[in-house]
């Protein structure tokens, strides 16, 4: 099992559809949680930290529930610049320091 | 702000040549990371830098060396690039849990 696992894609979506975005991870000592955004061949951009209240900003909504081990992430109304793949990542202690694990993306297409 | 510095943007090798792909950053981070990324896969780390003066191996880490230089530099070395070594490499770091900034990447073709 990979300890960072995203829906498989792509998405497929007519614009101004809502879409959800589920991430699992298996690390329980996980500290810190986030959604990134990367655009084809780019670097990878951070889109929203995931904090255990849920945190919201404009059309994006980012949910942590440890207890179930998973983060997610909803888009309203998209938008066709939405089109990008979104990738999830947990920090988790690792030695006397924490590494970072990506999931492996999921691809989001916004059609007209 | 600078951020993340990689150069260089682009590189042309021919099989056997090596070369070391250069990474700073200003941001006073302890961890720095290596990862690569080919056509439609996600990213693969090589190596990582917890703090200045140690490396560790990530999930694809043959043929390839690193340095931390100093707490701003990490470098990445190969020394015989081979075609299979053609992809995106990124470097990025990040501060204990705080989230990852990455470079904009190098482009690298191994003909």
């Known amino acids: 099992r990979k300890e960072v696992e995203q829906d498989p894609g792509p998405f497929n979506v007519p614009e101004g559809a809502t879409v959800a975005f589920n991430c699992t991870y298996s690390n329980s000592a996980s500290q810190s949680f986030f959604w990134y955004r990367q655009d084809c061949r780019k670097e990878p951009k951070l889109l929203m930290s995931v904090y255990s209240s849920g945190n919201e900003d404009g059309r994006f909504t980012a949910q942590l529930n440890r207890a179930s081990q998973y983060i997610s992430l909803l888009i309203r109304d998209s938008k066709l610049s939405d089109s990008a793949t979104y990738l999830c990542?947990?920090?988790?202690?690792?030695?006397?320091?924490?590494?970072?694990?990506w999931g492996a993306g999921t691809k989001l297409i916004i059609k007209p | 702000n600078a951020g993340v510095t990689q150069t260089p943007k682009f590189q042309v090798l021919k099989t056997g040549q090596s070369m070391t792909l250069q990474c700073a950053q200003d941001m006073n981070h302890n961890s720095m990371y290596w990862y690569r990324q080919d056509p439609g896969m996600g990213l693969r780390l090589i190596y990582y830098s917890a703090s200045e003066g140690t490396t560790d191996k990530g999930e694809v880490p043959n043929g390839y060396n690193v340095s931390r230089l100093n707490k701003r530099e990490f470098s990445l070395r190969l020394e015989s690039a081979a075609p299979s070594q053609t992809s995106v490499y990124f470097c990025?770091?990040?501060?204990?849990?705080?989230?990852?900034?990455f470079g904009q990447g190098t482009r690298l073709t191994v003909v």
């Open positions: 990542v947990v920090n988790h202690p690792a030695d006397s320091n924490y590494q970072l694990i």
């Open positions: 990025a770091s990040n501060h204990f849990i705080t989230e990852a900034f």
